[in-house]
């Protein structure tokens, strides 16, 4: 009985890998992602056909909502909070582990096929990231059960080991972005600028077919930041 189970689970498994090995071994076979992804794609800009387009991924309330907390560092407090929804998302938090792997899906289960983030994190020599992460989401023709699309970006590859928040509280997360030893080096300004601009964040909100969006926009999330500043930035005590 139980060893049927487990068959089926593992040939399951077996079958999402060879998959991924295939679609690899295409784009390693192609003349490189670029052209393979021509081949394959309808990018994830296409929203319509993805399958979350009308789900309710959930919103974040605007900064004004906040302005009827008097106290400045509880607004300010407050304001943060409202930003977690997006920080401890597994958009962002997939891409932010602790451990040498990065995670997938709205489980944050382990990276599958198995990859290491390597001395650059950006993956072993000879099974780096964008030897399957293309510039561009990328959505999958023979689809599985459980792959319909490759995350792309032409920066894809894992946040540093100090920048994890996998398994971290909101406050613990706070003062580590806030700490220019931890954050690469950014100002709160630069901070801000990250959130609201840079195109791997924006990746959150424009997953890919068969991803939920992080809540809200990249624009109320930048904006949030902006008030966080503006009010003192304090985080959370836990
Ligand atoms: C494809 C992987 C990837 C995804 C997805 C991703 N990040 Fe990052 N993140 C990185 C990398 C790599 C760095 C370090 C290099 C840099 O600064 O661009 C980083 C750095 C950061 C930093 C600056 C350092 C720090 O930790 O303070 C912030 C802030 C950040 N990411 C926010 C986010 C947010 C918010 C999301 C989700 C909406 C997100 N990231 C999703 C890879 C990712
Ligand atoms: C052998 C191919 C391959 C390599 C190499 C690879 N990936 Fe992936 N990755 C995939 C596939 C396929 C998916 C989609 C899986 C799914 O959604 O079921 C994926 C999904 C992800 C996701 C999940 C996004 C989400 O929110 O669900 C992250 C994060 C990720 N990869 C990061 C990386 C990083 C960082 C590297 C390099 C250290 C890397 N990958 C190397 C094939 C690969």
Request: charged share 20%.
């Amino acid at each position: 009985m139980s060893n049927g189970i487990f068959n089926v689970t593992a040939s399951k498994i077996l079958a999402n890998r060879l998959a991924v090995m295939a679609l690899a071994a295409s784009l390693i076979l192609g003349a490189g992602p670029g052209l393979a992804q021509e081949k394959v794609t309808e990018t994830a800009d296409a929203a319509s056909s993805d399958a979350f387009a009308d789900a309710d991924t959930g919103s974040l309330r605007p900064v004004a909502d906040f302005d009827s907390i008097a106290d400045e560092t509880e607004r300010s407090i407050a304001i943060f909070e409202e930003t977690g929804k997006v920080l401890q998302d597994p958009r962002c938090v997939n891409c932010h582990p602790r451990g040498d792997s990065p995670l997938q899906g709205d489980d944050m289960a382990l990276h599958d096929p198995p990859v290491v983030r390597g001395a650059a994190n950006f993956g072993a020599p000879g099974m780096t990231c964008n030897t399957c992460h293309g510039p561009e989401n990328v959505d999958v023709v023979a689809q599985t059960d459980d792959i319909r699309s490759i995350p792309g970006n032409p920066n894809w590859h894992l946040a540093p080991v100090e920048m994890a928040w996998e398994g971290k509280s909101l406050g613990e997360i706070c003062a580590q972005i806030k700490d220019e030893n931890r954050n690469g080096g950014k100002t709160l300004a630069e901070l801000v600028e990250h959130m609201a601009k840079d195109d791997l964040v924006g990746w959150g909100w424009k997953p890919g077919k068969g991803r939920k969006p992080a809540p809200g926009t990249q624009e109320q999330f930048g904006q949030l930041y902006e008030a966080w500043v503006a009010t003192g930035a304090h985080c959370p005590a836990t």
